[in-house]
């Protein structure tokens, strides 16, 4: 007896999680002039940052 049509049904979990995260590169060795070259916006005081996403998510 084949599987279809025999009332078996399937489920799937998945979760997407979103979140921000923030670096500052900058070395205590170079004067501000030479990390602001160096590092670009990366080396903003306030920080540089980067929205992510990941999990095990599936598009239909």
């Known amino acids: 007896m084949s599987a279809v ?3 078996r049904r399937q ?3 998945s979760r997407l999680v ?3 995260a923030t670096h500052r590169l900058h070395s ?3 004067s501000n002039e030479e990390n602001l070259k160096l ?3 990366c ?3 306030n920080g540089h ?3 992510y996403k ?3 998510y599936e598009a239909p």
């Open 5 to 7: 049509g025999c009332g």
């Open 11 to 13: 489920a799937r979990v």
């Open 18 to 20: 979103s979140f921000s």
């Open 28 to 30: 205590k060795s170079l």
């Open 39 to 41: 590092f670009g916006k």
């Open 43 to 45: 080396n903003n005081p």
């Open 49 to 51: 940052g980067h929205n």
């Open 54 to 56: 990941g999990g095990n």
